[in-house]
């Protein structure tokens, strides 16, 4: 009990996390890709870049980036490329391309006791086949990390190889984490060397970027290079741009990207508490930040999520139908969820954002106004009289939505 006791006053003190929509640095370590996927309506773009010092007089120093751009498919699927420019994978080619689909079926949002994801893909420089499964999951601050990998061609060689690899992130408060990772071969010699990373991880406070100072002893982020140690310590950062389509191009996109597919067909307010929709928040996971509060086994999959009618112009989610109802609804992923609601008068609808940038709920005929809802808050707001109202997001006016009030 004394030992639990800490632990549970850290947890309770710890500011209501964010899931820094799943691509955060805040939940995954230097060399553990992690399980998470870009949503679908979404391009993923992280730039990592890595340096090492050479030895006097000259102290010369050599770059090792490499650029992540995926794109989110469907609620779980992400397929993607990296490309490190200047790579020891395979002696013959210095630029090295890893192509990859990463799916994530398994979110610990959505009620799975670990988020796991199984990647495959093919790296041209190594000529290899290489795969891994991912499992994470949070215990209060602290967020777990397995990966076993098999490198089918292991750095341009005719050798399979397995590595098996661990990390851990503990998360200091909203902006700030520490991780560390090691990843060990598990079928080659004492010759081949572990390979290891530690960071300091940024959520940049009010963007939706995250920021990692680290140092390691790999060399490109390619599931290749990330198994394999160097004789020389490099140091780098990464930094991860998720980029909204919907921001762009107006509705499609953003209709593509509902904040889940279950969330838009499960009324929360009628299937959980609030306390267990608070307990189910997207706190410890690395996958996505737009699962339903709640578990949704009535939910439609995905795919039918996405054959469906955009959820802001059909299908009005019916919140409540009774007066005195209290409705949850969310703001994720740059979008209200459900964009369009349907209430009956007398309702209040409490909006909570799990977006780590600011929101805010605001009529278009200025009837009402939720000012800034900062990340993790929420705002209520009663609707007493019949009618229709729409609404939009101040500092993101792109972002819209409907209440229909009978
Ligand atoms: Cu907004």
Redesign the pocket.
Known sequence: MRRVIPILLVAAVSPPVVAAAGQSLLERSPNIAGAWVAPAGRLQFNFLHRFQVGSAPTRKVTNYPTFLLGAGVGSSLMVGANYATNSDVAERYPNEWEFFGRWAPWSTDAGAPVAAAVQAGYNLAAQSVDGALVLARGFGPVRLQAEGRVLGHAYDRAETRVVAAGGAVVRLGRWFALGADLGVPVNAGDTVRAAWGAGLQFALPYTPHTLSLQVTNTNSATLEGASRGGRQRRYGFEFTVPITLGRFFGRTATAAAPPAPGAAAVDPALTATPAAAAKAAPADSGVAVAAAPTPAPTAPSADTARRAPAPDRAAPTRLARRAGAVSRAT?SN?AFGPARLQVAAGTTIVWTNR?P????VTADDGSFDSGVIEPGKTWRHTFTRPGTYNFH????PF?KGVVVVR
Do not use: A, E, N, Q
Not at 393 to 396: A, L, R, S, V
């Open positions: 703001i740059l977006d940038v600011p929101h805010s997001c101040t500092p993101h972002m």
